[in-house]
């Protein structure tokens, strides 16, 4: 019996709410377990430097936790210049920009703010799964305002963290999990079962082979479920239009 009373191949309890923030273009607020981020998207019609005149667009993405997302408090603006968040930032940005059609998002930038408000493991995973829900209302918005064509994404994207526990694999760690873990990784895979990123690492002892390939496949399978409740919730926008 795991801390919350989960199978080993259960994932926490997933909410994702559209439209959780008013004046962001797009945005969702995530809950899996107690873990919970709201992701904006902010359309800012510029580009960066290095893009200048190529005609494509690009996909960035920040990431903080709020002083009290966990048990102890952390000053504010203490967390943001952590290596652990430009680490985070780039994995959140790094997904997205997998599924995205940069060339026909045209010479704009998509920002994807994803804010911890109680973090209980899976934070960063939890955002990238999480983003890509306020990235679709963002760029489906441009469509409705006939700014584009088409929504410029060729698939979804989300993550999900795997680890070896006292010798057991568990799907989607709660922090309590993850303190313990022997072996942890975060998967981000595309709904292609496409591998975005694979972040992995043995805590004491090494692993084998097999036991990142079985981590991967029980990553590839939590994922599946998360990708089937993001298109839930990405149809009910269309049907809000």
Not at 15 to 34: C, D, H, N, Q, Y
Not at 200 to 206: C, N, S, T, V
Request: hydrophobic share 40%; aromatic share 6%; net charge negative.
């Amino acid at each position: 019996m795991r801390f919350d009373g989960r199978g080993s191949e259960e994932l926490r309890r997933v909410e994702i709410t559209p439209g959780f923030v008013e004046f962001a273009e797009g945005s969702a607020l995530i809950k899996m377990g107690r873990t919970m981020v709201q992701c904006t998207a902010t359309v800012d019609e510029r580009v960066p430097n290095f893009l200048r005149g190529e005609g494509r667009g690009w996909v960035t993405a920040e990431y903080a936790m709020l002083p009290r997302a966990s048990i102890v408090r952390t000053p504010r603006g203490v967390a943001e210049t952590r290596g652990r968040n430009y680490e985070i930032q780039r994995l959140i940005g790094r997904s997205l920009r997998a599924v995205t059609e940069l060339g026909l998002l045209g010479e704009r930038t998509v920002i994807l703010d994803c804010d911890v408000l109680q973090a209980d493991g899976g934070t960063r995973t939890v955002a990238v799964t999480g983003a890509y829900v306020a990235l679709y209302e963002a760029l489906h918005g441009l469509v409705r305002n006939r700014v584009l064509a088409e929504v410029p994404l060729k698939g979804a994207v989300a993550a999900v963290s795997v680890g070896l526990v006292e010798g057991e694999p568990l799907l989607d760690l709660c922090y309590e999990e993850d303190r313990r873990a022997q072996v942890d990784f975060n998967v981000a895979m595309t709904d292609g079962g496409e591998l975005v990123e694979v972040q992995g690492a043995a805590e004491g002892a090494p692993f084998s082979r097999d036991t990142m390939n079985y981590l991967i496949s029980l990553a590839e399978k939590g994922i599946a479920e998360l990708l089937r409740k993001q298109a839930t919730v990405i149809r009910s926008l269309g049907e809000r239009a």
